[in-house]
């Protein structure tokens, strides 16, 4: 069963753009300026969907001069991964017994 935090987290990783953003920083640490290039938003609209990321634990953000960079955080996309994991598995359980009860 999901818990309000999980469901929460699945609500702002489901925007196209934040998933977007997600996907780039996956990849390397960047600047507002390089996610605005990149996803084609602008600037207030990218720090509005950075802003509700930094809240879900999702990025961190790294201060560097004049720049702000941001990162990924994994381990918050592991313990999604490990949910649906084990969903997954309870599901496949669930299947094997079916099929061993319509026998």
Known sequence: MLISAEADLIRVLA???R???VGLLAQET?????LMTETGA??????NHLRLLREAGV???EPCGRFTYYKLRPEVLDSLASLF???AE??????ADDR???C
């Open 15 to 17: 925007d196209p753009l």
């Open 19 to 21: 998933l977007r953003i």
């Open 30 to 34: 960047l600047c507002t300026t390089h």
């Open 42 to 47: 602008r600037q207030t609209n990218l720090s």
């Open 59 to 61: 990025v961190e953000t």
């Open 85 to 87: 994991g084990g969903l």
């Open 90 to 95: 309870t599901a496949r359980k669930t299947i």
């Open 100 to 102: 061993k009860r319509a």
